[in-house]
């Protein structure tokens, strides 16, 4: 079984030489201390730590699963001392503030930490990473008193996070929500009621966990706009920070999952429990976006963390094992055949793992550059930039979470297809893979969601197709110096420009449309997104190759020359073979609806 390797050499190149992200730091308040060499350290500890120790666990975390006995979850073998190790780095504090006991660095940071810790043991990082959400949440809309209760010990790790949205009745649709809270005369909340899917609900790594939970006030109005948020501890919490007995938060059981097993998925019923008002009275969805779109984000990463474990996994097999000859001829006389790198279609398969690893990378890492201005206004409480930069990031956000996670799947699916049958076998990790990466379509929102948020929400009601305008216009500037160029770069320059005028196209007859059918927005929704995906991964794969290009010609670039080759290869790889698909997305996106929604429900069976 392959053993991961963090991919620090690309990471660096989008880091160091894309987007300049030294440059960005400089910018920042707080990026005085993110130079060069405390980046470059961050990096090399975080990838040992992957590499060393969370990688390790990957396959038997997931062969052993999670246990609940007599009320009590217990995690796999070697994750307890891992998630200490985990602490004692200091690992959850890296970008959170000084003040609650973190180093205060840009959150992108803590982003490419998380990347690595993805690929290495999603389930795993999957339990401080629901931290992440936590402390955002608090930080953004607890009272000073919140603060100084919770946060010094989710900031160092001692405690963890979660968040518990989902109930039997409903998922994505929380206008359903049950759950009750209940005033008490000291200010207090109990709450009743059952969640379910809650990941990383109960286990024993850390000392408490802190639930931030959805519920009702009685008298609320009904739907969205009477849900109100809680936090709600394991162990009660005194003000000064002290742990106190059995909160009434019990596990009725844990999820039978398709795949990561050693992640405890929690149904979480609460009894009588104690928890505290965030926020205003019935504005809790408001508050809980927050801690949404720092899941999104999240589960962005997952579709790229996959899809290089993935590709990491099937890259030596292809090199290693033999089957018949190049159709060109023998490529390795002496062997008794070719090894199936030789192979164009295993090519393909290999290459679209490495673009869309890769591609994903690059938009993630952009979008973080956003995050970090956007976190930083919201910790100083700027409301005029949170607003710009929170718009900013929220047209990247649906498109990040739905089409990454989507290719992510598809490559992990790809690694177990460069395999053969011995991708259907557990012992070479591949069918893991894809296993654990199935959960990133449905989870904080499935991909018809994030569509619809992105379609619905973000362009045609909230910016009237400005969003895709003005990310246009990065695209046109990128492509404009371009454009009249000879070779790769200048082709890939053309074919932005065509596709962003087809996007804006495509935005403007949807809207028109929609206007005469509100049923076509859900119907189109799906491919918009996916088209969307295509384009905006062209964008970031020629600025990815104009770099590499730029550093072949003068010779200044801290990586080798095949490894920059390879960037540019790959990028017209992508524009020559994935690119076009935008095309059946573009057509499927302006079918009528009623292609979709004519057939009588009773006539899909008829039995």
């Excluded at 699963?65 to 073998?77: A, F, I, Q, R």
């Excluded at 005369?185 to 990383?200: Q, R």
């Excluded at 005469?516 to 062209?538: A, I, N, T």
Aim: aromatic share 8%; with cysteine; charged share 20%.
């Amino acid at each position: 079984m392959h053993q991961y390797k963090a991919p620090l050499r690309d990471m660096r190149f989008l880091i160091n030489e894309v987007l300049d992200y030294p440059a960005h730091y400089s910018s920042l308040p707080n990026g005085a201390d993110a130079t060069p060499e405390m980046v470059d350290a961050i990096l090399e500890g975080a990838a040992t730590l992957c590499e060393e120790v969370l990688a390790p666990l990957n396959a038997s975390g997931d062969k052993e699963g999670c246990h609940l006995n007599d009320g009590v979850v217990t995690t796999p073998k070697g994750f307890k001392e891992a998630y200490a190790q985990f602490v004692a780095g200091g690992w959850q504090g890296l970008s959170f503030p000084e003040e609650y006991g973190g180093q205060g660095l840009p959150m992108s940071l803590n982003l490419f930490k998380s990347e690595m810790m993805g690929a290495a043991n999603w389930a795993f990082t999957m339990y401080p990473g629901l931290s992440i959400g936590c402390i955002n949440t608090l930080l953004q809309y607890g009272t000073d008193s919140i603060k100084s209760r919770y946060l010094p010990r989710l900031v160092s790790g001692e405690w963890s996070g979660t968040m518990c949205l989902t109930e039997p009745q409903c998922g994505t649709d929380l206008g359903q929500i049950k759950t009750r809270a209940e005033p008490q005369p000291n200010g207090s909340y109990v709450l009743t009621g059952t969640k379910i899917f809650i990941s990383s609900g109960d286990h024993d790594l850390a000392e408490n966990i802190i639930h931030i939970v959805l519920a009702r006030l009685p008298g609320a109005p009904a739907g969205t706009r009477g849900i109100s948020l809680f936090v709600v501890p394991k162990f009660a919490v005194a003000a000064d920070g002290t742990v106190g007995a059995r909160n009434g938060v019990n596990t009725g059981s844990l999820e039978h999952k398709m795949g990561i097993s050693a992640n405890a998925t929690a149904v979480l019923n609460f009894e009588g429990a104690i928890g505290t008002l965030i926020g205003e009275p019935n504005k809790g969805l408001e508050a809980m976006f927050t801690f949404m779109n720092t899941a999104r984000i999240g589960t962005a990463i997952q579709g790229v963390a996959h899809a290089e474990l993935s590709f990491q996994g099937a890259l030596p097999y292809a090199q290693e094992r033999r089957s018949m000859r190049a159709l060109s001829g023998k490529k390795e006389p002496d062997q008794v055949a070719d090894a199936l790198i030789w192979h164009p279609d295993v090519r393909r398969m290999l290459l679209t793992q490495k673009a869309v690893a890769e591609g994903g990378r690059a938009m993630v890492y952009a979008a973080a550059q956003i995050a970090d201005k956007m976190f930083l206004a919201a910790q100083t409480g700027d409301q005029a930039a949170y607003a710009k930069f929170d718009n900013e990031l929220g047209f990247y956000t649906p498109i990040l979470k739905g089409f990454l996670t989507e290719m992510g799947l598809e490559a992990a699916n790809l690694g177990m297809q460069v395999f053969g049958g011995h991708g259907y076998i557990g012992e070479h990790g591949m069918e893991q893979i894809a296993r654990d990466a199935r959960i990133s379509t449905l989870y904080e929102g499935t991909t018809g969601i994030q569509a619809l948020d992105l379609l619905g929400r973000k362009v045609l009601l909230g910016s009237k197709g400005k969003c895709v305008r003005d990310f246009s216009g990065t695209v046109l500037r990128f492509a404009k110096p371009h454009a009249l160029n000879r070779g790769p770069i200048g082709g890939m320059a053309r074919t932005l420009v065509r596709r962003t005028a087809q996007w804006n196209l495509l935005t403007t007859l949807i809207m028109l449309r929609a206007s005469k059918d509100r049923e076509q927005v859900g119907s189109s929704s799906v491919d918009y997104l996916m088209y969307s995906g295509f384009v905006m991964m062209g964008y970031f794969w020629a600025l990815q190759a104009a770099k590499a290009t730029e550093l072949l010609a003068s010779g200044t670039g801290k990586e080798s020359a095949e490894f920059y080759t390879a960037k540019i290869q790959t990028a017209e790889f992508y524009f020559a073979r994935l690119l076009p698909r935008a095309d059946a997305h573009y057509s499927a996106a302006l079918a009528p609806a009623r292609s979709v929604m004519q057939m009588k429900a009773s006539s899909f069976l008829m039995a």
